[in-house]
């Protein structure tokens, strides 16, 4: 699975769009861009994920460069109950041969200010 | 129902004890997972089941061990640990849809080895 850079840290005021951006320049093209989120002290929470084209659902958006080699999730409105570590996760997707393993890196702590 | 369930919710035990980890889900999922993680530190994973056979060990220590008695079950029973094995313990499923095998993980055992 491709290798992710994510920044380590970073800070939103509530209401505002939080951007999320992730470098995956090694993807290859049947790895998908997935991201989860681990608020303190709870198990990870999936998000999203997409190959190639922008994807949207309720909880946030992923925008995939032409050239797949980053991307960004946005979180319309964050809110304090965003703040948490968000993963960015490079995998094969279906059909691939390494079976459901999430490789996690460092993630980026988000936090969401009043 | 993206419910999983794990108890204990918190464990401390000694090096010398046998004790076990509980998951459960209902959503019909055919593989699940137990990941391990340190603090300030990613998940790991430990071991992926499908189809309740054993298709991932990461080369973990034979003082775990995972037990799958269903499709809806998943155990890890400890023995003999050690102070560095102090960690959250995290189970998750997945069902390999047409999309891709998304992993809902649960709240963890905060697990104290003295």
């Known amino acids: 699975d491709a290798k992710t850079t994510q920044p380590t840290s970073m800070d939103c005021a509530e209401g505002r769009a939080a951007n999320l951006p992730c470098n995956h320049s090694?993807?290859?093209?049947?790895?998908?861009v997935y991201w989860y989120r681990q608020i303190h002290s709870q198990g990870p929470q999936y998000i999203i994920h997409?190959?190639?084209n922008n994807e949207t659902n309720e909880m946030a958006s992923l925008i995939i460069t032409e050239d797949r080699k980053s991307s960004t999730l946005i979180l319309p409105h964050a809110t304090l109950r965003d703040t948490a570590v968000y993963y960015c996760i490079v995998r094969v997707g279906p059909g691939g041969t390494s079976y459901g393993k999430l490789t996690f890196g460092q993630g980026t702590i988000l936090t969401v200010h009043p | 129902d993206t419910e999983v369930t794990q108890t204990p919710k918190h464990l401390v035990m000694g090096m010398t004890n046998k004790k076990s980890l509980k998951c459960e889900q209902h959503?019909?999922?055919?593989?699940m997972y137990w990941y391990k993680q340190k603090a300030k530190k990613p998940p790991e994973l430990m071991f992926v089941y499908s189809y309740e056979k054993l298709s991932i060990n990461e080369s973990v220590p034979s003082r775990f061990s995972p037990e799958c008695p269903n499709s809806s079950l998943l155990n890890l029973h400890l023995h003999a640990l050690q102070p560095e094995d102090s960690a959250l313990y995290l189970c998750?499923?997945?069902?390999?849809?047409?999309?891709?095998?998304?992993?809902?993980f649960g709240p963890g055992t905060r697990l104290t080895v003295l």
């Open positions: 998750a499923s997945s069902y390999r849809g047409a999309w891709g095998d998304t992993q809902y």
């Open positions: 959503m019909g999922h055919r593989a």
């Open positions: 090694t993807i290859s093209g049947n790895e998908y």
């Open positions: 997409g190959l190639k």
